[in-house]
Each structure stands twice: as structure tokens, then as C-alpha cells.
């Protein structure tokens, strides 16, 4: 046993530890915030389950349309000065969650990237299950080794041509700050490398070993989850060097399709997550928007609940133009993006605590290492050695 009060200290957006309870918690809450309906078993996997919107769509399939199968992280455990990853205690909870559920969910710590971990689940999903109904896949690295070659790819948060100066949001202490920050353009070689880390690359070669052990069940379908966003964020984000990956994740869904699996794109609204929010200008644009939809900003858990209705047939697919599922369709209004544009243009020093709900951002930072959450003792000690499921 491990028990210590731990509190939360970092720099910035990151934390250096995880609130093992407030991290319970999160995935508690999560839960009690989807309705359940009567299960169709269905097996998925979800690659990418620990966090963010891969956190969402493994509670979300869950709790309400009662998915069996495997979920996917690559987190670390608890060492002598440091706790685990946040993603590693809500990776335990929501193991328990899936057995009270009744449900045949496992979680396997590994690198996806990995063909060693490809051959470990495949193998699973084999013995377990006999195969699929469908593949989540929802992966934000910084980095990549291709196991077929043996190179190391690191991804670049880079613009395309020139540089770019943008608005962000930073805090000293909880008060918040508004900066500048330049963002340099992209070689061709941070480019190529970012598409090989953030693209469909991987996506594909878990679909072809999947494929390649018949454990496609029939009407198999799959899903990457991605972002389009605001112009107010485009040159640093869409038109950017994640942009060109994010691209590249888009063709590889009609490449599949053209193959003969049933795959899209999944286009997510925005959100408070570990990744989006090292992105300069993503706090503070998200900040301004939540400031003017307040609760019609749809969550995580709500977009995901619609992604699995979707998918499941529940409801009919909402596709664009470029057979992408849109999920982002109430941030992307005129009347909203009008408002956020306003609120963006106007927002300086002596306002921004006005203009932003820079409180609500803080607070969601906060919550993704299990701080912050409503009913946690944190002046309690709580054991920080939690076994993985």
C-alpha cells in the first residue's frame, strides 16, 4: 500500500501527478451522465480509450449500448515520486464500471503502433470473441516508431508556409493571461513525419490484420476520430501541419471504403483534452466559445452517444459531403462562430477575464488529472499503487 495526499503541481496546462479518486470520479460521472438502453451485443475495439474522446466513446458504448471487447492505452504506472497516469486510474475504473455493467471489456497497456501489440489483441479478439463489429480509432501521439523499419517519426505543431502569431491563453496561477505565440512553418520533413505519427497510416494496418484473420464480423464498421474547427484556429490547426495529417486520415477512411470496409472520419466539436490544449490558440478559442453557449456546448459523452446511435443504426448517419460524420455541427453555426469571432477580436488583457470563461477551462484542465472534481477530500491521503485491470 501506497497512500499519500497528493496535489496537483506542474507548469502551465500540464501536471506532474494524478489524483487517483478525482480520476475515479471523472469516469463516474461520465457514466452517470448516459442513459441506458437494452444491449445488442456488439464487440468493439477502441484504440486510444484512456483519455479525451477515446475515454468518451468506451464509457459511452459502455454504459448505454452495452459494448463488449478490448480498449487500448499506452500509460504509466505509479514509480516512487510520481503517481500514475491519469489515464492509467480511469483505465481501472472504467474496468470496474465494465464488469458491474456485465460487460466482457478488458484493457490491454501497450503501444498500438506496436505489430507486437497488434498480434497480442488480435489474438484476444480471436479467443474471446471470434471477431469484431467495430474499431474506434482515436490515437494522439507525439510520437511514432514504424516496428516495420525501426524509424522513430515525431509529430510537429507546425503552420504551412509562413509563420503565425496568434492569441493564447495562459495562466499565472488560476488567473488567466493573454499571450502571443508565434508558431514557425513546417519543413517538408516535419510535414512528411507528422502524417506518419497523426495519419491513417497505422489506422490501416490494423484494419489489413484484422482483415488478414477474418475477424471482420459482417457489417463491420470503423471510425477515426478527428477535428475540423474555426478559421480563427485554422492556420495553426486545419491548414497547419496536424491539418496535413488530419488529412491524411480523412483519405485513408475512403481508401478504405473503396476497399470494401465500411469506414469514416468522426468529426468532433471542441473540447477540454491533454492534447488539444498544448495547441496555441485552441484554450483560449474553446474558452470563448463554452463563454457563449454555456451549456449547449456539447460534451465529449454527448457527441459520443451520438456516434454510437450512428453507428449502431439507431439513428441515421449525418454525413458531409465528403462522407465525414459530423459531430461538430452546433460549434460551427454561423450565429455561433459570429458570436466566438466578436468575443476573439475584443479580448485583450483587461478583458479577457470577461470575455472568456477562462474559470470553466481552468477547472477542465484540472479535471483531465483527477483535480478539481466535486466531492473529492483532497486533503485525504488515497493510495496511488492501483493495479492495471
Same mark, same amino acid.
Given at each position: 500500500? %501506497?497512500?499519500?495526499?497528493? *496535489?496537483?503541481?506542474?507548469?502551465?496546462f500540464?501536471?506532474?501527478?494524478?489524483?487517483?479518486? =478525482?480520476?475515479?470520479?471523472?469516469?463516474?460521472?461520465?457514466?452517470?451522465?448516459?442513459?441506458?438502453?437494452?444491449?445488442?451485443?456488439?464487440?468493439?475495439l477502441?484504440? =486510444?480509450?484512456?483519455?479525451?474522446?477515446?475515454?468518451?466513446?468506451?464509457?459511452?458504448?459502455?454504459?448505454?449500448?452495452? @459494448?463488449d =471487447?478490448?480498449?487500448?492505452?499506452?500509460? *504509466?504506472?505509479?514509480?516512487?515520486?510520481?503517481?500514475?497516469?491519469?489515464g492509467w486510474?480511469?483505465?481501472?475504473?472504467?474496468?470496474?464500471? &465494465?464488469?458491474?455493467?456485465?460487460?466482457?471489456? !478488458?484493457?490491454?497497456?501497450?503501444? &498500438?503502433?506496436?505489430?507486437?501489440? *497488434?498480434?497480442?489483441?488480435?489474438?484476444?479478439?480471436?479467443?474471446?470473441?471470434? =471477431?469484431?463489429?467495430?474499431?474506434?480509432?482515436?490515437? &494522439?501521439?507525439?510520437?511514432r516508431?514504424?516496428?516495420?523499419?525501426?524509424?522513430?517519426?515525431q509529430?510537429?505543431?507546425?503552420?504551412?508556409?509562413?509563420?503565425?502569431?496568434?492569441?493564447?491563453?495562459?495562466?499565472?496561477?488560476?488567473?488567466?493571461?493573454?499571450?502571443?505565440?508565434?508558431?514557425?512553418?513546417?519543413?517538408?520533413?516535419?510535414?512528411?513525419?507528422?502524417? *506518419?505519427?497523426?495519419?491513417?497510416?497505422?489506422?490501416?494496418?490494423?484494419?489489413?490484420?484484422?482483415?488478414?484473420?477474418?475477424?471482420?464480423?459482417?457489417?463491420?464498421?470503423t471510425?477515426?476520430?478527428?477535428?475540423?474547427?474555426?478559421?480563427?484556429?485554422? &492556420?495553426?490547426?486545419?491548414?497547419? %501541419?496536424?491539418?496535413?495529417?488530419?488529412?491524411?486520415?480523412?483519405?485513408?477512411?475512403?481508401?478504405?471504403?473503396k476497399?470494401?470496409?465500411?469506414?469514416?472520419?468522426?468529426?468532433?466539436?471542441?473540447?477540454?483534452?491533454?492534447?488539444?490544449?498544448?495547441?496555441?490558440?485552441?484554450?483560449?478559442?474553446?474558452?470563448?466559445?463554452?463563454?457563449?453557449?454555456?451549456?449547449?456546448?456539447?460534451?465529449? @459523452?454527448?457527441?459520443?452517444?451520438?456516434?454510437? !446511435?450512428?453507428?449502431?443504426?439507431?439513428?441515421?448517419?449525418?454525413?458531409?459531403?465528403?462522407?465525414?460524420?459530423?459531430?461538430?455541427?452546433?460549434?460551427?453555426?454561423?450565429?455561433?462562430?459570429?458570436?466566438?469571432?466578436?468575443?476573439?477580436? !475584443?479580448?485583450?488583457?483587461?478583458?479577457?477575464?470577461?470575455?472568456?470563461?477562462?474559470?470553466?477551462?481552468?477547472?477542465?484542465?484540472?479535471?483531465l488529472?483527477?483535480?478539481?472534481?466535486?466531492?473529492?477530500?483532497?486533503?485525504?491521503?488515497?493510495?496511488?499503487?492501483?493495479?492495471?485491470?
Amino acid at each position: 500500500m %501506497s497512500e499519500r495526499v497528493v *496535489k496537483p503541481v506542474g507548469r502551465g496546462f500540464l501536471f506532474l501527478d494524478s489524483h487517483p479518486a =478525482g480520476c475515479v470520479q471523472v469516469v463516474r460521472n461520465l457514466a452517470a451522465s448516459v442513459e441506458p438502453r437494452t444491449a445488442q451485443r456488439r464487440v468493439a475495439l477502441v484504440i =486510444g480509450s484512456s483519455s479525451g474522446y477515446g475515454l468518451a466513446t468506451t464509457i459511452a458504448g459502455l454504459a448505454q449500448f452495452g @459494448i463488449d =471487447g478490448i480498449g487500448i492505452a499506452f500509460e *504509466k504506472d505509479a514509480t516512487a515520486r510520481r503517481t500514475a497516469t491519469a489515464g492509467w486510474y480511469r483505465t481501472a475504473e472504467t474496468a470496474a464500471l &465494465a464488469a458491474e455493467l456485465g460487460r466482457d471489456f !478488458s484493457f490491454v497497456n501497450a503501444d &498500438a503502433f506496436a505489430d507486437t501489440t *497488434k498480434t497480442e489483441v488480435l489474438d484476444q479478439i480471436a479467443e474471446r470473441f471470434g =471477431g469484431i463489429d467495430h474499431l474506434i480509432y482515436s490515437v &494522439a501521439a507525439p510520437r511514432r516508431t514504424d516496428p516495420r523499419t525501426g524509424e522513430t517519426y515525431q509529430s510537429a505543431l507546425k503552420t504551412i508556409g509562413e509563420p503565425y502569431t496568434t492569441k493564447s491563453l495562459a495562466y499565472d496561477g488560476a488567473e488567466p493571461q493573454l499571450t502571443e505565440v508565434t508558431v514557425d512553418p513546417a519543413s517538408d520533413d516535419d510535414l512528411a513525419q507528422t502524417v *506518419k505519427v497523426m495519419g491513417g497510416e497505422d489506422w490501416s494496418r490494423w484494419i489489413t490484420a484484422l482483415q488478414e484473420r477474418d475477424l471482420l464480423n459482417e457489417g463491420f464498421s470503423t471510425v477515426a476520430l478527428t477535428y475540423i474547427g474555426s478559421d480563427i484556429t485554422g &492556420a495553426i490547426y486545419r491548414q497547419g %501541419s496536424i491539418g496535413a495529417a488530419k488529412a491524411d486520415l480523412e483519405q485513408t477512411a475512403l481508401t478504405l471504403a473503396k476497399n470494401g470496409v465500411t469506414a469514416y472520419t468522426s468529426v468532433n466539436g471542441a473540447a477540454v483534452t491533454q492534447a488539444s490544449s498544448a495547441i496555441p490558440g485552441i484554450g483560449l478559442y474553446t474558452s470563448l466559445l463554452h463563454k457563449t453557449l454555456g451549456d449547449a456546448m456539447q460534451t465529449p @459523452i454527448e457527441q459520443s452517444v451520438s456516434l454510437w !446511435s450512428q453507428l449502431t443504426g439507431t439513428t441515421p448517419l449525418d454525413l458531409d459531403e465528403d462522407n465525414r460524420i459530423r459531430l461538430d455541427r452546433w460549434e460551427l453555426t454561423p450565429e455561433t462562430q459570429s458570436a466566438v469571432h466578436a468575443a476573439w477580436q !475584443s479580448v485583450t488583457p483587461e478583458t479577457i477575464a470577461t470575455l472568456a470563461d477562462h474559470e470553466w477551462f481552468h477547472a477542465e484542465i484540472r479535471k483531465l488529472y483527477g483535480f478539481d472534481v466535486p466531492g473529492i477530500d483532497y486533503e485525504a491521503e488515497v493510495e496511488v499503487d492501483v493495479p492495471w485491470p
